[in-house]
């Protein structure tokens, strides 16, 4: 079974508006962290947004917020007022404190902004 | 200089050569990881290594050889490849119980097609 689950493969905004990418993990671990990587075409992974499993608080971090609905294993990325810039792939990452450092990707969603 | 590089770049090899990747890190961290990205697939963790001593393989078929010789260099070491390991390899890096998040940072990539 996939840990995490990217169902967007492609997403469309124009700038200036938000847009939300879905994520959605599973794991047994109480202790884990979530994380949003943005990767450019030039390939480079770029750090976004962590949450833990253990914060009450959704993480913000200038215009990325983390939707986190521990509950349903949702860990949704926002994005306001888009920019050109932001076209890129963004994966969604999960790290298990009882499996180590290594992270757990999904396949991505790809944004597509617009002006 | 930028926290990860990586190169080459870009790499194109025949089935019976021998070569290898570089990752150097200039952040102190002392976690560095091997990463494969193939079209459509997420990110699979290849190895692990912590203070130069390999912590996880991934069941990496023996093609690939990594060495850590210290702390800030990483090298995957590929002999006899197959087609179907063109790919995307990252490196990444950790602090170990370090970063605001404990988050790993990433190199560009070296973009590898195996003929």
């Known amino acids: 079974a996939q840990k995490i689950t990217q169902t967007q493969p492609g997403m469309f905004v124009q700038e200036k508006e938000a847009v939300t990418l879905d994520c959605t993990y599973d794991t047994s671990d109480q202790s884990y962290g979530l994380f949003w990587y943005k990767q450019p075409s030039s390939g480079e992974m770029i750090f976004l947004i962590y949450q833990g499993s253990y914060d009450e608080q959704n993480a913000t971090e200038g215009r990325y917020s983390l939707n986190f609905q521990k509950a349903r294993k949702s860990a949704n990325l926002v994005i306001s007022a888009s920019q050109l810039g932001d076209s890129a792939m963004y994966f969604c990452a999960m790290r298990e404190a009882q499996a180590g450092t290594a992270l757990i990707f999904g396949k991505g969603t790809t944004l597509s902004v617009s002006s | ?115």
Do not use: I
């Not at chain 2, 912590?50 to 078929?61: A, D, H, L, W, Y």
């Not at chain 2, 404990?102 to 003929?115: D, H, K, S, W």
């Open chain 2, 1 to 115: 200089e930028t926290g990860v590089t990586q190169t080459p770049r870009h790499l194109v090899m025949g089935m019976t050569n021998k070569k290898s990747l570089k990752c150097e890190q200039h952040l102190g961290h002392n976690a560095m990881y091997w990463y494969k990205q193939s079209a459509k697939k997420p990110l699979e963790l290849m190895f692990v290594y912590n203070f130069k001593e390999q912590t996880e393989n991934n069941s990496v078929p023996s093609r690939f050889s990594p060495e850590c010789p210290n702390s800030s260099h990483l090298f995957l070491h590929l002999h006899t490849l197959q087609p179907e390991d063109s790919a995307l390899y990252l490196c990444a890096s950790k602090a170990e119980g370090g970063g605001r998040f404990n988050e790993q940072f990433f190199g560009p990539g070296t973009r590898l097609t195996v003929l």
